[in-house]
């Protein structure tokens, strides 16, 4: 998903309503996110083209622990794993039977998954981000400072404090729609959660050497 969400990862057609200032834009949504230790959620995914064709839909789940712990599981239609536990970053496609392995600090470098940090320095460092109010919703807009990143502009929507939905336009006009549902900001995980062991059949795909598991 590496490659099919943080790449490709629409816009939201919203009423036109004042936006914050800047900077509480970045430390309002620091702090939206901050507080939260753990996350779990099942989550649907819709890409669309350039012009509104429907390439992929999927569904999984996501478990997020702090600081540096996540996972992002595909079930539907083509399985995928991402997962780490802070060091090594691990994409596994089973149907490919690969393992791409990344240092999580070039994972997250400028993408949407490190506003999911709530680091308020580095989210104001990559990404200017303003605010608007919307039928009782916080939308937040980001947009990359980086004239080589791989989208455009990405929106995060509150319910009530809580992250309800990701939206992302890509450089090509693709779009990407993330959703969550059964959300628990309380949720508790098991030991091994966030463990990975690359299969032994796996061709692997990067130099960073494994974690242990």
């Not at 816009?11 to 430390?27: F, I, R």
């Not at 753990?38 to 999927?58: D, P």
């Not at 900001?185 to 990067?206: K, M, Q």
Request: proline share 7%.
């Amino acid at each position: 998903m590496i490659d099919r969400w943080w790449g490709t990862l629409v816009m939201v057609v919203c009423l036109a309503l004042p936006l914050t200032a800047l900077a509480d834009a970045v430390e309002d949504v620091a702090a939206l996110l901050r507080p939260v230790e753990r996350f779990s959620a099942e989550f649907t995914q819709t890409v669309l083209g350039a012009r509104g064709e429907l390439r992929e839909n999927a569904q999984g789940y996501v478990r997020i622990e702090r600081p540096r712990r996540f996972k992002w599981v595909v079930e539907d239609p083509y399985p995928q794993l991402i997962v780490t536990q802070g060091q090594a970053l691990y994409v596994y496609d089973p149907d490919l039977d690969q393992v791409q392995i990344r240092t999580m600090d070039e994972a997250l470098e400028g993408t949407p998954a490190l506003v999911l940090t709530g680091d308020a320095a580095q989210i104001a460092a990559h990404f200017e981000v303003t605010e608007r109010h919307e039928d009782g919703l916080r939308v937040f807009t980001f947009v990359p400072r980086s004239e080589s990143a791989l989208y455009t502009e990405m929106h995060m929507t509150f319910d009530q404090g809580q992250l309800a939905a990701i939206d992302i336009r890509d450089s090509l006009g693709q779009s990407t729609e993330v959703r969550f549902f059964n959300a628990d900001t309380t949720p508790a995980f098991p030991a091994n959660e966030f463990e990975f062991t690359v299969p032994p059949s796996a061709d692997v795909i990067g130099d960073v050497v494994p974690e242990p598991a």
